[in-house]
């Protein structure tokens, strides 16, 4: 399950390799560590956007009609069309180089490190927040589904991830034509390896 992403490609060969066009004022240092609450550019049917990580969701409400108070970083595959906390929200992608994974006890844990041969794409949600003084904020959350026998061992959970061809679909298609999009990534095509701390601590 994504909670620290990282980025080092830079955006116009992530635009050019999803073949849109690159995000003018919208160019990424190289990012090591992006946490939830940090800003990240994101792909929407309206074109690139830069979005905040965690969707805090003032307004709405669960099934029993009760707020819902925490930030969502991650939304579950298997509600996020049916829980009434996520009606209305838009589409979007997240394309990163990989994202870290923790294992183990308190100040024994082991970082690592997952990634693939090209950009990964995160399939998430949108929201609007309308934060004090009228201002709007763009927000996003990635989605997570069971992991596939690559990430099982390291955690119980792993974004949904999208190759460029289904892009298109997720950001513009129905619920009905989407929801097969949200399995586990085939196995065999990440890479996992031990990260040490200058990858997951730097910026």
């Not at 992006?34 to 990580?53: N, S, Y």
């Not at 930030?71 to 009606?87: G, H, L, M, P, W």
């Not at 090209?118 to 929201?127: K, N």
């Not at 061992?153 to 950001?171: A, Q």
Request: charged share 20%.
């Amino acid at each position: 399950m994504p909670g620290r992403l990282f980025l080092t490609t830079p955006m116009d060969e992530v635009a050019a390799w999803l073949g849109e066009e690159s995000p003018p004022g919208l160019e990424e240092p190289p990012r090591r560590n992006i946490a939830p609450g940090q800003d990240i550019v994101c792909l929407t049917q309206a074109g690139f956007q830069r979005m905040r990580w965690g969707i805090i969701p003032v307004g709405r409400v669960n099934a029993r009609g009760r707020p819902v108070m925490e930030t969502i970083v991650n939304a579950r595959s298997e509600s996020v069309f049916d829980k009434s906390a996520f009606i209305g929200v838009g589409r979007a992608v997240v394309i990163v180089d990989g994202w870290y994974e923790w294992t183990g006890e308190k100040r024994r844990k082991t970082a690592w490190r997952l990634f693939g041969g090209e950009p990964l794409i995160f399939a998430a949600i949108t929201d609007v927040w309308n934060a004090p003084g009228g201002r709007e904020v763009a927000q996003v959350a990635t989605i997570t589904c069971p992991p596939n026998t690559d990430v099982e061992p390291i955690h119980h959970r792993m974004g949904v991830l999208l190759s460029r061809e289904d892009t298109p679909l997720w950001l513009t298609g129905s619920e009905a034509e989407v929801t097969p999009l949200m399995v586990p990534w085939s196995q065999g095509r990440l890479t996992i390896e031990q990260a040490n701390d200058v990858d997951w601590q730097g910026p």
